[in-house]
């Protein structure tokens, strides 16, 4: 129900834009969506996310994690036919040249590293805090590992 607050604030951004976006020029060029790749990209992450959010909860059964490993083929085939797409000159949903840049890429791992390390701390506290079988020592040893992990992620490169 309260995301029913959307519809009229939508609304007005859609009327707002309608004023005072620019038009888009009828010199640009029309792209067809590339419904291949929506395909194969919507599958790929179906198949990783549904795993990683039921499969603790139902004790990871097999089928969770075929699932995941199934992803990975697919996000392999999606990033070749993006490459296909490229060459042809045709539109794609995502550019393949900005993983050729190392500010993007090294940017991308940063990330996935550091939030990996703050979900990582946030389950240790959880942990901690209803008591599991952790003994002082080996929280101190995961905390410190996530830190030092943190700590090089945003360490400068060369």
Same mark, same amino acid.
Not at 106 to 127: E, H, K, Q
């Given at each position: 129900? *309260?995301?029913? &607050?959307?519809?009229?604030?939508?609304?007005? =951004?859609?009327?707002?834009? =309608?004023? $005072?976006?620019?038009?888009?020029?009828? %010199?640009?060029? %029309?792209?067809?969506?590339?419904?291949?790749?929506?395909?194969?990209? #919507?599958?790929?992450?179906? +198949?990783? &996310? @549904?795993?990683?959010?039921?499969?603790?909860?139902?004790?990871?059964?097999?089928? %969770?994690?075929?699932?995941?490993?199934? %992803?990975?083929?697919?996000?392999?085939?999606?990033?070749? @036919?993006?490459?296909?797409?490229?060459?042809?000159?045709?539109?794609?949903?995502?550019?393949?040249?900005?993983?050729?840049?190392?500010?993007?890429?090294?940017?991308?791992?940063?990330?996935?590293?550091?939030?990996?390390?703050?979900?990582?701390?946030?389950? $240790? #506290?959880?942990?901690?805090?209803?008591?599991? =079988?952790?003994? =002082?020592?080996?929280?101190?040893?995961? *905390?410190?590992?996530?830190?030092?992990?943190?700590?090089?992620? +945003?360490?400068?490169?060369?």
């Amino acid at each position: 129900m *309260i995301f029913l &607050i959307n519809l009229p604030l939508g609304a007005f =951004a859609l009327a707002v834009g =309608a004023r $005072v976006l620019p038009a888009v020029p009828a %010199s640009a060029p %029309s792209t067809r969506l590339d419904s291949g790749g929506s395909l194969l990209a #919507g599958t790929a992450m179906t +198949l990783l &996310i @549904h795993p990683l959010v039921r499969g603790r909860e139902l004790g990871w059964p097999v089928w %969770s994690l075929v699932m995941a490993a199934a %992803s990975v083929p697919l996000f392999a085939a999606f990033g070749l @036919h993006q490459l296909r797409r490229k060459r042809r000159g045709a539109a794609t949903l995502v550019e393949p040249s900005v993983f050729r840049k190392r500010s993007y890429t090294s940017g991308t791992v940063f990330v996935v590293v550091f939030f990996g390390a703050v979900c990582g701390l946030r389950g $240790v #506290g959880a942990a901690a805090r209803v008591g599991a =079988a952790v003994d =002082a020592a080996q929280l101190v040893t995961l *905390i410190t590992a996530a830190l030092v992990g943190v700590a090089f992620g +945003l360490a400068p490169g060369p």
